[in-house]
């Protein structure tokens, strides 16, 4: 058995979720989830927090060195600071203010008694895909993209794709610590609007709200399609879910919207090959689970957009880490930082 492990954190704007992790991605203890209470203010996401890591240390097969956190948003771990949370936050006046500049380290240090890493998800999602997923802890350069309600993304870097010295792997972040903002390319000048707030981004065309529309769309314009029936006709009720149901069933029309998913998709990771030169490129995300229906399309526009040299470098696939990509994300970081 393994004599050490770290606690994974991935906080969503729903749930939190904790578990104690073997240093090669084995679970060592039961797995802890909790209500996050996103949107019921700082205190209450706190005391949320480090009710799931203590309950998760507790259940750990060996005591745990660290814990790491991966959050959806804009983390300053230096500093102890969520710069930007747009899930979290508090009505005030019947306006929802988010998360800006929170100081939340220090006191989930403080109530756990353990030190703590944090990280923004989706580079922590990268992170622990190079480690535990098609990474396998030794690929040049890794690219993910993870699709959902919004478009995350991340890039993770071996010594060996870096001019000049360092040490690794290393995970990009920025000048300001919250780059790797992947989504937010733009593929279509001008096009679809995104939560952003930016236009033709891959977010606008390829997150869940996105998809979901184009379908719906189809559909009011008499486009016949089983989707219809799997729904009893509430196209409100229409998800990615029922949409790759529609396309195992032979549905033409959502077999369409899948293929325009990778379109686009293939657009963005076409142009992400071309800066970022990787060897894998991983696509994760829940709705990556439909990837049968877009990864021909992905690959195929891909390579329309990349240098010829630098696509026939790179393996474009599914990720390996999917359910488990919050969790791992942050024993990554733990893991990484206790090695730094």
Known sequence: MQMSS?????????????????????????????????????????????????????????EPTSVGLAIPGHVDDDAGVVVWAPNFGKYVDGVFRYWENVEIKAEIERRTGKPLTMGNDANAAALGEYLFGLGEGKANCLVVLTLGTGIGGGVVLAPKSI??????????????????????????HNGMDCNAGSYGTIEAYCQRDSIVRRATHKLRRGRKS???????????????????????????????????????????????????????????????????????????????VAVPSLFADCEIELAKQVDDAGLLGGAALALQKSQS
């Open 6 to 62: 770290v606690i994974g954190v991935d906080l969503g704007g729903t749930n939190v979720r904790a578990q104690a992790v073997f240093p090669d991605g084995r679970p060592a203890g039961e797995r802890v989830e909790m209500s996050s209470h996103a949107q019921d203010g700082v205190e209450i996401v706190i005391e949320k927090l480090s009710d799931t890591i203590n309950l998760a240390i507790k259940n750990a097969e060996v």
């Open 163 to 188: 001019m000049g010295p360092a040490s690794g792997p290393l995970v990009l972040i920025g000048g300001n610590k919250g780059g790797g903002e992947l989504g937010h390319m733009v593929v279509q």
């Open 226 to 304: 089983i989707i219809n029936d799997l729904v009893k006709g509430e196209l409100g009720k229409v998800t990615p879910a029922i949409i790759d149901e529609a396309a195992d069933h032979g549905d033409s029309l959502a077999r369409e919207v899948w293929r325009e998913t990778g379109m686009f998709l293939g657009v963005g990771v076409g142009s992400l090959i071309n800066v970022f030169a990787p060897d894998v490129f991983a696509i994760g995300g829940q709705i990556s689970k439909a990837g049968r229906w877009f990864m021909e399309a992905v690959i195929d526009e891909a390579r329309n």
